[in-house]
């Protein structure tokens, strides 16, 4: 049994790379943690990748409890994260702990993720006093898309890459266990690393980082319209799904399956 919890991540910090991805159900949550993954991120990017949204905004608090159950059936020893989704803690600090609080009693999650910096801390300490352990994520925060005016870098100017250090060590200091960096230089995710108290998780944030996360979609090849630059492909799947389901139809058309092979 090899359980990784919120405090074994954070001292994780200067040891030995933090590894996660992301997952919305059983079957693929359970490859991922036999694989030794460490964290396991039940991301909002669900909306896109699992429910074919343009963007996290749409999905709602019971989709996302619906896929962290999934994912805790199906995993023993990585941390599980839930990701709250946008409108479910921005509101008040005492509905961020209601449904922090539903990831945790009905969907087994062993933290939840919030997006944000400064602005987030009191909510992030309201969660850690009800015993809800917080993983912070600065940069491109998806959530405030329309803020952004779309995915584009953040912190390429001093002044966004100083709020951005400030960020990461409000949120060490409230308490978060980790932080992820989404879409920052290379050089500013490594500043940032060196100065923060507790692990960076990056993704598009270079290789300074003390961990990394990607959407599993997106490394796997699944839904492969949008790319990018920072994605590394392990598997075409999208290609092996579409050779696999043509294969299929041409056999059933030909009469080649079921064989006897495969009758009773
Ligand atoms: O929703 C998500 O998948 C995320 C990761 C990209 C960090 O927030």
Request: include cysteine; hydrophobic fraction near 45%.
């Amino acid at each position: 049994m090899n359980k990784w919890t919120v405090d074994k991540i954070k001292n994780a910090k200067g040891r030995e790379k933090i590894v996660c991805l992301t997952a919305y159900d059983y079957s693929t949550a359970r490859i991922i943690d036999q694989a030794g993954i460490h964290l396991i991120l039940v991301g909002d990017s669900l909306a896109m990748t699992m429910l074919g949204y343009e963007t996290t905004l749409p999905v709602t608090m019971d989709e996302m409890l619906h896929h962290t159950k999934a994912v805790t059936r199906g995993v023993k020893n990585a941390l599980v994260v839930a990701d709250m989704p946008f409108m479910s803690y921005q509101v008040s600090v005492s509905q961020a702990i209601a449904n922090a609080g539903r990831f945790v009693k009905e969907a087994n999650a062993g933290a939840v993720k919030i997006e944000g910096g400064i602005s987030r801390t009191n909510t992030i300490k309201a969660l850690l006093d009800q015993g809800i352990p917080v993983l912070g994520h600065i940069g491109l925060t998806p959530q405030s898309i329309n803020q952004f005016g779309g995915f584009k870098i953040q912190g390429k100017i001093p002044q966004e890459a100083a709020r951005l250090m400030k960020d990461a060590s409000a949120l060490a200091e409230a308490g978060v266990f980790a932080v992820v960096l989404e879409c920052v230089p290379a050089d500013l995710a490594a500043d940032i690393t060196a100065s923060c108290s507790v692990p960076t998780i990056g993704i598009g944030a270079g290789p300074g980082c003390d961990g990394q996360i990607l959407v599993t979609h997106d490394m796997l090849g699944i839904h492969s319209k949008v790319s990018p630059k920072f994605v590394k492909r392990y598997a075409d799947l999208d290609g092996a799904m579409q050779t696999a389901f043509e294969n299929y139809a041409a056999d059933v058309k030909n009469g080649v399956f079921p064989s006897l092979e495969h009758s009773y």
